[in-house]
């Protein structure tokens, strides 16, 4: 009766492992990005960081988009 039981623990084991290996893991791949080109900068309201080809100049200050340039650098 001992041997029947752990044989039917090691077949399950066995078509458990089968159905992980063949699903891939269970895990989603992840995306890669692309890599950003050319140099970073800060934003002078949020200071989130973009490229700087990407940010907008007001006066000689960057910023994320043109309602940050609008508004002007954060406050103190």
């Given amino acids: 009766m001992g041997r ?3 044989l039917i623990v090691i077949v ?3 078509v458990w492992l089968v159905k992980r290996a063949l699903a891939g893991g269970g895990r989603p ?3 890669q990005k692309p ?3 050319g140099e970073l900068v800060s934003c002078a309201r949020c200071g989130v960081h973009l490229p700087r080809a990407e940010a907008r100049v007001a006066g000689e ?3 994320c988009s ?3 340039a609008r ?3 954060a406050g103190p």
Avoid: K
Wanted: hydrophobic share 55%; no cysteine.
């Fill in 4 to 6: 029947l039981i752990v």
């Fill in 66 to 68: 043109d309602e940050h």
């Fill in 61 to 63: 200050r960057l910023f």
């Fill in 29 to 31: 791949e992840v995306a």
């Fill in 12 to 14: 399950l084991a066995a």
């Fill in 35 to 37: 890599p950003v080109d």
């Fill in 71 to 73: 508004l002007g650098p």
